[in-house]
């Protein structure tokens, strides 16, 4: 679909990300950013993602100052409580009941950097999720089938986790971790990649 006019590094180990970027044909590296990812205190959860978007391009870009580099943190937040990954099954079911029957919001903070050219753009893009009003067995068996533990929020939209989602309002994409659309907006006004194929 997209083919690289310049050279990018993802600054991301999450698959879900290279897959995306994969399936868009966009040819990159991956180098992941060490930053520490504890929000400050009273720092709300869209100051909280795009500040680790904007850290960990920094730090890619500090070595790759001639290549774009995008990087990228998405989180579940219930009003102002940001829901991390759970510890275990126990807390996965306990996550998943406080969902149950509510709205709660996916953000994605994403940043795509030219260290060299002084570019540095920050987006947020915030996708709000509606679950059904599910019983704590059928939590349980969802923790059970295996796909909690490693889902900020103890779901994966994109798995199994979609049977507990009542609707969406915004991009899908988001909620699994990259907001494509924003993204390849802001990558073709900077021409870094170009749609079709090079040689055609």
């Not at 992941?32 to 504890?38: I, L, R």
């Not at 929000?39 to 869209?46: K, N, R």
């Not at 978007?53 to 500090?62: D, G, H, I, L, N």
């Amino acid at each position: 679909m997209y083919y690289n006019k310049e050279k990018i590094i993802l600054a991301s180990g999450s698959p879900r990300r290279r897959q995306y970027l994969q399936e868009m044909g966009i040819r990159f590296a991956v180098r992941t950013a060490a930053v520490d990812e504890q929000p400050l205190a009273q720092e709300s959860p869209q100051d909280f993602v795009l500040r680790m978007a904007r850290e960990k391009a920094a730090a890619v870009s500090a070595e790759y100052p001639g290549s774009w580099v995008i990087s990228g943190d998405t989180i579940v937040c219930l009003g102002d409580k940001i829901l991390g990954k759970p510890a275990d099954e126990r807390e996965a079911v306990a996550l998943l009941m406080t969902l149950a029957g509510r709205e709660h919001c996916v953000k994605t903070g994403f940043c795509v950097s030219h260290r060299a050219r002084g570019v540095h753009i920050v987006r947020l893009v915030t996708t709000r999720v509606l679950f059904a009003d599910f019983s704590e067995a059928v939590a349980r068996a969802y923790v059970a089938a295996g796909e909690s533990l490693d889902k900020a929020g103890a779901y994966g939209i994109q798995g199994k986790g979609i049977f507990l989602v009542k609707s969406i309002d915004g991009s899908y994409s988001n909620v699994v971790g990259l907001p494509l659309f924003e993204l390849m907006e802001v990558l073709l006004a900077n021409d870094v990649i170009a749609p079709g194929c090079p040689n055609a």
